[in-house]
């Protein structure tokens, strides 16, 4: 009788926790499913105390090097770009800056990474051109007002924190005595966004910037490759280093201009005090 006693007790307490939703049914928490940024996500996710990940497993973490999960979450990795989408799905997702502000949910951010961290400072997006053209006056007058105070105030000034900028330099604009056109491919936001914000700037150096606007992370490369476009800005540098060693391609950073911070997005829940009790 005693133990058929307990294990009623047991069953009582299992459907108890199960209907007042309690950490034994865990957490869903979307990540990007892209190797690059699921080992940063995971990071970040280690950062707040969500989880522990095996010793020296870094950015390359993957699922499998969660050491340590107390709160029982489920980890669901999903194509990065479809993870703001997927929100109402989950209770949180850990979303790339440049995604949170293309889907206008970069003021609901609950915590980002650290402008200090080794991730931050890792996936710093660049402007590229193919070797050999780094030197172009057109070009370097455009890294040179990205990296302006101006514009690296403006980009700190106009993304809620979701894209941040490297911090300005003073660098030389070059002396371009007749107007020149330079074609650089972007993403729509944030890189676009910028150009168009440095087009004006651009024009009063005799440099007429045409922006070409692209929905994947191909082609700004490969016409940059085939001379279709004159630079591309929507990258970061570990990705580029990737892309050139699949592709055999010959595309080269000038400059280091803004990085995005992974964020973590409220889905369901909305906030992290629920990983505290």
Not at 99 to 116: H, M, N, P, Q, R
Request: aromatic residues 6%; glycine residues 8%.
């Amino acid at each position: 009788m005693k133990k058929l006693l307990s294990l009623a007790l047991v069953l009582v307490l299992a459907l108890s926790l199960a209907a007042c939703g309690g950490n034994s049914a865990g957490y869903k928490i979307g990540i990007p499913n892209d190797a690059t940024n699921g080992g940063r996500a995971l990071m970040l996710l280690q950062d707040l105390g969500i989880l522990t990940l095996t010793e020296g497993a870094g950015l390359s973490a993957t699922e499998n090097d969660i050491a340590e999960n107390p709160y029982n979450v489920e980890i669901v990795p999903l194509e990065a770009a479809n993870l703001p989408i997927s929100l109402p799905d989950l209770d949180f997702a850990v979303i790339n800056g440049n995604y949170a502000s293309g889907a206008g949910i970069g003021d609901k951010v609950l915590v980002t990474e650290d402008a200090e961290s080794v991730a931050a400072q890792t996936y710093g997006n660049v402007l590229c051109v193919k070797e050999g053209n780094e030197n172009d006056p057109a070009v370097q007058a455009l890294l040179a007002v990205l990296m302006s105070e101006e514009v690296q105030n403006w980009i700190a000034d106009s993304y809620n924190g979701v894209v941040m900028p490297m911090g300005a330099q003073d660098l030389e604009i070059p002396e371009i005595a007749e107007p020149v056109s330079l074609n650089v491919g972007a993403s729509p936001s944030p890189h676009a966004e910028i150009l168009e914000y440095v087009k004006p700037i651009l024009a009063e150096h005799n440099v007429e910037l045409t922006i070409t606007e692209f929905d994947d992370y191909v082609m700004p490369n490969t016409s940059l490759e085939d001379g279709s476009i004159d630079a591309n800005y929507f990258q970061h540098q570990p990705y580029l280093d990737d892309f050139n060693a699949e592709n055999g391609t010959h595309i080269v950073s000038v400059g280091t201009i803004h990085y995005e911070p992974m964020g973590v997005y409220p889905g369901k829940s909305d906030s992290l005090d629920v990983f505290s009790k």
